[in-house]
């Protein structure tokens, strides 16, 4: 499923480029920087907007501020390159302008983004360990497919959970095993399935500590049979209960006839007072 | 400078990369001599070093880069080095006199939520500046910034995303537009992987910082005490983790050593060769 929805999008800004017209928001990573491995065919095709050297306006004369993200800013920023097709935006990263604008104005701006005709698509990274869980959520639940990626067993993959939520409402849901070559091309791996296997295999397996003794800890068939059929003495079972209270024939019975020097009256020991 | 380091990251003062960011960090521990370390190592490769000393005073970081041999009051009469001493400058915003001049780089002791904005332009005046140079004064190689340590400005009161927002703003300025080095220390007090909200808000600002940190860095060296616990021979364990390096394969590598750290250096090795043990 990763390999659709990235052929499906027929971009990446870390991953493959292929087609269309992509342009990047950078706010992370410096121009150089993302260029840097990626083939001179593909950097034509982008528009790298460096919102990196000054997104707060500290210099004085910035390129492209993190106030400027607003749905007006941002359809004039991709309309620059007068195409008639709609672009596809990739904004790196997310986090940078979750820590200066509030989750909700960020969700609306996304989201009007959606439902205007400028942009195509809008591909996001978002740093999951920098927010909180609920700010996380919310950018989260807007998106139409989400890819979470976690390191891998090995060291060079990586797992990748994929949501999809289709305009019918179904919700996929997928993970697979990823690796990014030199060239930035995804090669999907097996799927991680099998790997739980083998965290239980590992548990069955914990050495039996009966074994390589000079002694026999262990009991044969009839042995265990005869253990099994043991009552323990103080354990009250119910047949013990039922034969102490209705004593069967057979049992011991006591005869008492009561004897004068039981009867020792506390308060008259020598029985001798007329009351 | 350790050279037993210097192999660990294959540089020497000779050759080393430009533009990148490294980033050291501890963990209930103490990572400063890394500091010093990286200190002597660009003195001695013929920076220009710009210091922000928040944590010590100058008589300190002197008195050890003595011990590594390197000279930080020639250095500094030389130009070669600028050093900000943050804990005069601070006596100097909280107790104005009347001759003092004062600078306004520490303003946001003032004012926190004003930011690191004014600090940003003492660091940009020092990087940029050192174009401006008179005739016969000596050439000095790409500019670095060194800073010790960044959760002093948490503990003075500035916001998270205020030091988040400096350091990116250090970076493109020392990293990418003049291709220096940038080094800078944090360090953490809480355990990791806490979730507990009774934390006090001191242990999860330093933790958010440091993974906004660890984002924008090249190169983050992690300092821990053992997770066995003390030993005398050996002073804790060292993680070194590459990211984004330029022209390799875009995946992380990462590297365990333990450390002793002797009164002229330190030593670095790997895990379980230490000459204690073999």
Known sequence: ?275 | MFTELNSILNTSPDSYTRGEFILVSDRQSDASFLIHHFLSFYLRARCKVCFLGLAQSFCHYSAVSQRLGVSLTQAKEKGQLVFFEGLKECLSVLTPKENNVESEAMNFLRDPPVGLRSLYEFVRSSVIGSDNMEEGAEQWGPSVLLVDDLSVLLSLGVDVGAVLDFSHYCRALVCSQVQGNMVMLVRCNGEEDDDDDDDDDGDIGSDVLLKGLTHQCNLNLHVQGLPTGYCKDIHGQMEVCWKRRQGDAPHMQKNLFQYKVYDKGASFFARGTSSAVL
Request: with cysteine; charged share 25%.
């Open chain 1, 1 to 275: 499923m990763l390999s659709e929805l990235l052929q499906g999008i027929e971009s990446g800004g870390f991953l493959i480029i292929r087609g269309k017209l992509i342009h990047i928001l950078c706010f992370d990573v410096s121009e150089e920087e993302l260029k840097d491995g990626l083939k001179p065919s593909d950097t034509q095709r982008l528009h790298i907007h460096n919102a990196y050297s000054d997104p707060l306006g500290w210099t004085g004369h910035p390129n492209f501020t993190v106030q400027q993200f607003s749905l007006e800013d941002l359809t004039n920023l991709v309309k620059q390159t007068s195409q008639p097709k709609p672009a596809v935006l990739v904004i790196d990263s997310l986090s940078w302008i979750l820590r200066h604008k509030t989750p909700p104005a960020v969700c609306q701006t996304l989201q009007q983004l959606r439902k205007g005709g400028a942009v195509r698509a809008v591909i996001g990274l978002l740093h999951t360990d920098m927010h909180q869980r609920g700010t996380v959520g919310s950018v989260c639940h807007l998106a139409t497919s989400l890819i979470s990626v976690a390191p891998g067993v090995k060291g060079k993959e990586a797992v990748a959970r994929v949501t999809k939520r289709s305009k019918s409402g179904k919700v996929m849901q997928d993970e697979e095993i990823f690796c990014i070559a030199e060239d930035f091309t995804v090669t999907i791996l097996s799927k991680p399935s099998h790997a739980e296997h083998k965290t239980n295999s590992t548990e069955e397996e914990q050495t039996d500590p009966t074994a390589n003794l000079t002694f026999n800890l262990r009991l044969s068939d009839s042995e265990l049979e005869a253990k099994q059929k043991l009552t323990l003495p103080f354990v009250f079972s119910k047949e013990k209960k039922t034969a102490l209270l209705h004593p069967g024939p057979g049992s011991g019975r006591i005869l008492y006839e009561p004897d004068a020097n039981d009867d020792y009256d506390q308060e008259d020991p020598d029985d001798d007072l007329d009351v």
